[in-house]
Structure formats: structure tokens, C-alpha cells
């Protein structure tokens, strides 16, 4: 089911997301987004993938043992839409992870049928904080009294402008996973070959590849403070255990990117690492409209 946030009741336009946005809880809350889990299934159970134990996952991923996921029932939407209209939604406005990595809008759409008040389910060719920064701003454009024409316009621009880079220790995950699109090109690089790779056309794509992971890691850096510019920007920091190497890379973005609104560390979805690997990390640059 669901992640539900208390939803304020004099806001009309509820805005909903997936798991893979990546969003804190404290955040979600705050602005009223409900999160509705992809499913994991991995050691025999099938779950929420907020009730996993990340070290559980990790540890069967590296074991090679089998980890897979699924896009939410159409139920748990049904519920999560339901919710939003008892507390006084006129609308729903749902985005969710791109349908070319997975099929988490179809049952979105399938649950909206069965809902008395207009559901806009988005597919925003992307995930990650991207998604996560677009849910954002669609929220704090529906507390402000904005209808869903206006809400759908301002998460339709954050998503739109926003940029996923990602680094993977390898290719093997995203391969076993059937997601890694047009990165297939990088398949059969040397193991100390680093890939660097982002979400175009809403699927994974190369963006270059590196010798050796401190490397990889400083060019990382380098697309992003790029990526960002002269613009304010918001950046995200994900990966599925943040240590000091994430924080060295917060600190980086934040001495180098010149208008930065706001940066955050944040625990990669472990529905994204069970493709991307446990040692991927990604940084989102999202500039602020």
C-alpha cells in the first residue's frame, strides 16, 4: 500500500508519487504527498520496498541471490486516491516514474477509472528526485490554492528541466533487470571502467565512461556543477547507504555550484538499486523555476 501523508484538507488538488521519487519522509509529510511503494520481491517474501531492510537487500543483491521488482497493485493507488478524496480533493495529480522502466502508471490509470474526481496520472519519462523535486513543487503549487491545470504545469516544468547522472560500480544490475536501454552500449567495458549514465527519453543512457571509481566519482561531480550552471538550482545526493564518501560529494556540490537553493542527501529507493547496484550513487540537479 501506500505511504500516506495526513493530507490537508483545504487544499483541493492532491498530489501523489511512487517509491523511486526518493522523497525524505519528513518532506513528504510536510507538504502533504502520499507515496504509493513499488513491490520487491527478494529471500522468499514480497513487500513494500519500505519494509525491506536495506542491508537485507544489499546482501542478497551481492550474493546474486534473485531480486526483483513489481509496480504497485492497482489497489494500493485506489486506496491512496480514496484517501485524498474523503479528506476533500476535487483532483488528483499522480506522477510517477517513467513507463519505459516500469509499469507503475499503467495501474495508476487502471486505479483513476474507478475514482469519482478527475485523476491526471503522469508519466514523467524520468524518476529519482527528479520525480521527487516535481512532486515537490506540484504540492507547494496546490497549498498555495492552485488548480490541477496549474499544478500539472508546474510539475510538468520541474521534471522537464531536471537532470538524473548516476554512477554504477556496473552494468550487470540494470542488465539482469531489463533496464538498461540504450546503455547496452557500455556493456563488455573492463571491470575497472566506471559508467556514468542518465535518464533520457525515459530510459538509462551513457553519458561517458571513466577509469576507476574516484574518477568516475570527480567527473560525476563535474556533470553536475555543468548540468547546473549559472542557474538556482535544488541538487540531490542518492545512494542506498550514505556515508563519507556522500557527504564529500555534498560538500563538493556545495563549495562549486554557484546558486544553490538547496541540497540534500537522500536514501536512494532500494526499487532503483535493485537495478542500478548497491553501489550506485546519484545526483539530481533540478533548477528552480
Not at 495508476?108 to 513543487?137: E, K
Not at 533496464?179 to 575497472?192: D, H, K, N, P, Y
Request: charged share 20%; glycine share 8%; hydrophobic share 45%.
Amino acid at each position: 500500500m501506500g505511504v500516506r501523508s495526513r493530507y490537508p484538507a483545504d487544499v483541493p488538488v492532491a498530489v501523489i508519487t511512487d517509491s523511486t521519487a526518493c522523497l525524505p519522509g519528513q518532506l513528504a509529510a510536510q507538504w502533504g504527498i502520499s507515496v504509493v511503494q513499488l513491490q520487491i520481491q527478494a529471500n522468499g517474501r514480497t513487500d513494500d520496498e519500505s519494509r525491506f531492510d536495506r542491508a537485507e537487500l544489499v546482501e542478497a543483491l551481492r550474493a546474486n541471490r534473485p531480486v526483483t521488482t513489481s509496480p504497485p497493485d492497482p489497489g494500493a493507488f485506489f486506496w491512496t486516491y480514496q484517501d485524498a478524496v474523503s479528506a476533500g480533493a476535487d483532483a488528483v495529480v499522480s506522477l510517477h516514474i517513467s513507463r519505459r522502466l516500469s509499469a507503475t502508471t499503467d495501474a495508476a490509470r487502471q486505479a483513476a477509472q474507478q475514482v469519482r474526481v478527475p485523476v491526471h496520472v503522469i508519466d514523467s519519462a524520468t524518476t529519482g528526485m527528479s520525480l521527487g523535486f516535481a512532486a515537490l513543487s506540484a504540492a507547494r503549487a496546490a497549498a498555495a490554492g492552485a488548480g490541477p491545470a496549474r499544478v500539472l504545469e508546474v510539475a510538468d516544468r520541474r521534471y522537464r528541466a531536471s537532470r538524473e547522472l548516476m554512477y554504477v560500480d556496473t552494468l550487470e544490475y540494470l542488465r539482469r533487470g531489463g533496464r538498461i536501454g540504450a546503455a547496452s552500449a557500455l556493456l563488455g567495458s573492463a571491470l575497472a571502467i566506471k559508467p556514468l549514465l542518465t535518464v533520457r527519453d525515459g530510459e538509462v543512457a551513457p553519458l561517458t565512461k571513466v577509469s576507476g571509481t574516484h574518477r568516475a566519482l570527480a567527473r560525476l561531480t563535474d556533470l553536475a556543477v555543468e548540468e547546473a550552471g549559472e542557474d538556482v538550482v535544488d541538487v540531490a545526493v542518492a545512494s542506498v547507504t550514505p556515508s563519507a564518501r556522500e557527504m564529500m560529494l555534498v560538500e563538493q556540490l556545495r563549495r562549486r555550484i554557484p546558486r544553490l537553493n538547496d541540497i540534500m542527501l537522500v536514501n536512494a529507493s532500494t526499487g532503483i538499486t535493485v537495478h542500478a547496484g548497491p553501489g550506485a550513487i546519484g545526483i539530481t540537479v533540478a533548477p528552480v523555476p
